[in-house]
């Protein structure tokens, strides 16, 4: 029986970068944490060490430095493309790069002074192959919470339930999304507008989540989903996680005081993870 390597892929992980632009008297920073994966003809690096195609995981981390001062970084997207496109064009055995980027986020104090903005971040993934290139645009940590219009009821019941119904609940959960785009453009800076697509794409999330009357985190999810393909024809797909963030109502009863839908306990574990891809139905 032949023994053969399979799919391998290697790069250099959780690069942190932090750019400042400095061309006046208002600062702008951009902080990212940039991985990279590379994948092509790699097989005698494994068989026997021949490290001839092996372009270091040290070269790829001076690579993104490098690029950040002589391009700059403005989109995670733009940035990604940047990157991803150079490896495959310079590395002859490279056949597939893929960029992931998480950008965490700061909100402006004064000219050159900044807070970090705890939680939420945007994300990027952009792969270059011999079948093209594709661009995955995110976001996580993204928390919401409605105190009402939110229901559980006629679920499946078996040996071994005891949840209560309910008709009126807090709904709480902290979003991961990744949305896919259509058609990618050659180059990365070709008119695409990376910063308004993410920004309608976290308003139609946040939108959907506060209009929907939800009888299931599921169904909010699809309404979710559903608002941003709706509203954003540029993206073919998106892919949500959405945890259940548990708020449980606290029995006061023991302290001779009622508890009217007002006094929770928030818990974050053990919770409800649900998950889910929306996408466009084929002509």
Known sequence: MAIVLGANQYGKAEVRLVRVRRDGPRHELRDLTVSIALAGDLVEVHRSGDNAHVLPTDSQKNTVYAFAREHGVDQVEEFGLLLARHFVGSVPAITRATVRLVEHGWQRLGPHSFQADGGQCRTAT??????????????????????????????????????????????????????????????????????????????????????????????????????????????????????????????????????????????????????????????
Do not use: K
Not at 141 to 161: A, I, P, Q
Not at 212 to 231: D, F, K
Not at 237 to 263: T, W
């Open 126 to 283: 952009v792969t270059v192959d011999g079948a093209g290139t594709t661009v995955e645009s995110g976001l996580t940590g993204l928390t919401l919470l409605n105190t009402t219009d939110s229901e559980f009821r006629g679920y499946l019941r078996d040996t071994y339930t005891t949840l209560p119904e309910t008709d009126d609940r807090i709904l709480a959960t902290a979003v991961e999304a990744r949305w896919r785009h259509g058609d990618t453009a050659a180059g990365p800076r070709d008119g695409r507008d990376w910063a308004a697509s993410y920004a309608g794409v976290r308003a139609a999330l946040v939108g959907a989540f506060v209009d929907t009357y939800s009888r299931s985190l599921q169904q909010t999810l699809y309404a979710m989903g559903h608002r941003v393909l709706a509203e954003r024809p540029e993206i073919a797909e998106i892919r949500l996680a959405l945890p259940n963030r548990h708020h449980l109502l606290v029995d006061l009863g023991p302290f001779g005081l009622e508890n009217p839908g007002e006094v929770f306990v928030a818990t974050d574990r053990p919770y409800g993870l649900i998950e889910a891809t929306v996408t466009r139905a084929e002509p």
